[in-house]
């Protein structure tokens, strides 16, 4: 039931795809569903961003894939799997790459890669390259943030989580 207009701009998006196996028919058949919501932070200076919410027992490889099909369809400059929490730990301002447990940069967006290699899992794939922190996907090691963060040059920002 519509709840009167949004009170922010942006579409809310459902994703569904079919598990497999072999159903009688569609209406039998199991999908794995997602909502997200994208839109816009300000509009004076437009800022893509996607929110999911993915069940807490969802495995790494999963929300690699996530992540990844993401990234092959909407080509971005950056993109990351981040809590709310680690996103305000690292004292994030735009229009700086946010550091998530996962996070992908687009190659040429930063030309400081190989100072990150020396510090985090690092690998080319996609135009660009996927970087993962120690720790859990709910549990980023925020140090390991902090430090990805001073290899792109950008301010050292609150260190509160």
């Given at each position: 039931m519509n709840q009167g207009p949004m009170q922010a701009p942006g579409q809310h998006i459902e994703l569904a795809r079919e598990t497999g196996g072999s159903a009688a028919?569609?209406?039998d058949a199991e999908y794995l569903t997602y909502t997200v919501r994208a839109g816009f932070e300000h509009p004076l200076q437009p800022s893509n961003h996607l929110v999911m919410q993915i069940e807490?027992?969802?495995?790494?490889?999963?929300?690699?894939?996530?992540l990844g099909a993401l990234v092959v369809a909407w080509q971005p400059d950056h993109l990351a799997l981040v809590t709310r929490a680690a996103q305000r730990g690292q004292g994030h301002k735009p229009p700086?790459?946010?550091?998530?447990?996962y996070t992908y940069l687009r190659s040429g967006f930063t030309p400081e890669i190989a100072k990150?290699?020396?510090i985090a899992d690092v690998s080319a794939a996609d135009?660009?390259?996927y970087i993962r922190v120690a720790g859990a996907p709910d549990t980023p090691d925020i140090e390991q943030i902090h430090e990805?963060?001073?290899a792109l040059n950008y301010p050292a920002g609150?260190?509160?989580s």
């Amino acid at each position: 039931m519509n709840q009167g207009p949004m009170q922010a701009p942006g579409q809310h998006i459902e994703l569904a795809r079919e598990t497999g196996g072999s159903a009688a028919s569609p209406e039998d058949a199991e999908y794995l569903t997602y909502t997200v919501r994208a839109g816009f932070e300000h509009p004076l200076q437009p800022s893509n961003h996607l929110v999911m919410q993915i069940e807490d027992d969802t495995d790494e490889s999963t929300l690699l894939r996530y992540l990844g099909a993401l990234v092959v369809a909407w080509q971005p400059d950056h993109l990351a799997l981040v809590t709310r929490a680690a996103q305000r730990g690292q004292g994030h301002k735009p229009p700086q790459a946010v550091i998530g447990f996962y996070t992908y940069l687009r190659s040429g967006f930063t030309p400081e890669i190989a100072k990150i290699d020396a510090i985090a899992d690092v690998s080319a794939a996609d135009g660009g390259h996927y970087i993962r922190v120690a720790g859990a996907p709910d549990t980023p090691d925020i140090e390991q943030i902090h430090e990805i963060r001073a290899a792109l040059n950008y301010p050292a920002g609150s260190r509160a989580s």
